[in-house]
């Protein structure tokens, strides 16, 4: 017998009661599917939702491998020992994410000093590593709470 046979069957009074507590469902599942998508995993530090030491290691050395040989962003690089700049980045973003790396680098203030950033230099580097935060599918939530935090060092970086 279909559920509308059922419900025909019913008293109305507990029809109705039926019918309501059924949307009530619906209505959770609905509000529950939109804060998956919205929300940031409560509990959950933002270093684990963005991958943990090592997914926050494959999105910044894929940001700093195209910054440092994108022609807009390149000059800034040559000259830099890579490995060591993507290891400390690294440690610096997981850190700042509440992650449990340890940070051995220099301010942000000091090691952008001597590099004369443009602003439009640190947009790149936002835009890209928004990019790769959405090809290692972090939630969209996560990845706001990410950037928003670096949004604050741009005063630091940028000197022109
Ligand atoms: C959210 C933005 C940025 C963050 C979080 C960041 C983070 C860092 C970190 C942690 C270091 C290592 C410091 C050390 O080892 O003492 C560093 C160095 C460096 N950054 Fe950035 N950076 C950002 C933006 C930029 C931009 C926009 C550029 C250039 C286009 C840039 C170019 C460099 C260079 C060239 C170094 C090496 C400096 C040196 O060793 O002399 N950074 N950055």
Not at 65 to 81: A, L, M, N, W, Y
Not at 131 to 137: H, I
Request: proline share 5%; glycine share 6%.
């Amino acid at each position: 017998m279909s559920l509308n046979l059922r419900l025909a069957s019913l008293p109305p009074s507990r029809r109705r009661h039926l019918q309501l507590a059924l949307l009530g469902i619906a209505l959770s599942w609905s509000l529950a599917a939109l804060l998956a998508c919205t929300s940031t995993t409560p509990g959950t530090p933002l270093y684990l939702q963005l991958g943990g030491e090592r997914g926050i290691e494959a999105i910044t050395d894929r940001t700093l491998d195209r910054v440092s040989t994108d022609p807009r962003s390149q000059r800034s690089f040559d000259g830099i020992k890579m490995p060591y700049l993507k290891k400390n980045v690294a440690a610096y973003v997981c850190k700042v994410a509440d992650g449990p790396c340890v940070y051995e680098g220099e301010t942000m203030a000091n090691s952008h000093a001597q590099s004369n950033i443009a602003g439009s230099e640190f947009d790149l580097m936002v835009t890209v590593m928004r990019e790769e935060l959405d090809r290692a599918q972090v939630p969209t939530a996560a990845k706001n709470e990410l950037l928003r935090r670096l949004a604050s060092t741009r005063r630091d970086i940028v000197t022109r």
